[in-house]
Antibody, heavy 125, light 107 residues
Framework: QITLRESGPTLVKPTQTLTLTCSFSGFSLSTSGVGVGWIRQPPGKALEWLALIYWDDDKYYSPSLKSRLTITRDTSKNQVVLTMTNMDPVDTATYYC?????????????????WGQGTLVTVSS | DIQMTQSPSSLSASVGDIITITCRASQSISDYLNWYQQKPGKAPKLLIYDAFRLQSGVPSRFSGSGSGTDFTLTISSLQPEDFATYFCQQSSSTPLTFGGGTKVEIK
């Protein structure tokens, strides 16, 4: 059974750095075709993709946020960590981690088949 | 960036209705289009990938079509559990982008 769970602070102050951890089970981030990404959703708004890291340690970032984001993985701990610097109230959102979608025959490296429950991060002084 | 535009932003329908949601990409994305369902307070759930491939376990009343820039999600007979918000997402290239969502409400 594949599960993902986000953890981190629920409240951060403006200008602080946010560190979120995605802990997962039921798969390995060393398996070819597998990736874990971060997506956020401000209250009542649409989804926004942030970053993605793959089995080969290849990384991709949203260009609009690239200067503030870092995504890393720890395959031994089955974790993916996202850091976002210089937090602002507009960054208030539910942050999700999600794994790419794989079937028995293929992996779809930019499709999200499994999602964590999400964690609400509020940015306020 | 590829912009994804969904329409309508909301709709009201009754159980048993056929509904169609449209997603348009700002440039051709071939068939790299995915649909997600999200219920209040829950994470999105993958319904359809690569425009028409039904995710395992998703009821067959859901179907997707389209290619290039224009895509549709159809629910053939709306059920009570289908009242939710639906998002499209292009997986043609990064940055990955989502549509603004379509909220399906009970009439």
């Amino acid at each position: 059974q594949i599960t993902l769970r986000e953890s981190g602070p629920t409240l951060v102050k403006p200008t602080q750095t946010l560190t979120l951890t995605c802990s997962f089970s039921g798969f390995s981030l060393s398996t070819s075709g597998v990736g874990v990404g971060w997506i956020r959703q401000p209250p009542g708004k649409a989804l926004e993709w942030l970053a993605l890291i793959y089995w080969d340690d290849d990384k991709y970032y949203s260009p609009s946020l690239k200067s503030r984001l870092t995504i890393t993985r720890d395959t031994s701990k089955n974790q993916v960590v996202l850091t976002m610097t210089n937090m602002d109230p507009v960054d208030t959102a539910t942050y999700y981690c999600a794994r790419t979608h794989c079937t028995s025959s293929s992996c779809y490296v930019r499709v999200f088949g499994y999602w964590g429950q999400g964690t609400l991060v509020t940015v306020s002084s | 960036d590829i912009q994804m535009t969904q329409s309508p932003s909301s709709l009201s329908a009754s159980v048993g209705d056929i509904i169609t949601i449209t997603c348009r990409a700002s440039q051709s994305i071939s068939d790299y289009l995915n649909w997600y369902q999200q219920k209040p307070g829950k994470a999105p759930k993958l319904l359809i990938y690569d425009a028409f491939r039904l995710q395992s376990g998703v009821p067959s009343r859901f179907s997707g079509s389209g290619s290039g820039t224009d895509f549709t999600l159809t629910i053939s007979s709306l059920q009570p559990e289908d009242f939710a918000t639906y998002f499209c997402q292009q997986s043609s290239s990064t940055p990955l982008t989502f549509g603004g969502g379509t909220k399906v409400e009970i009439k």
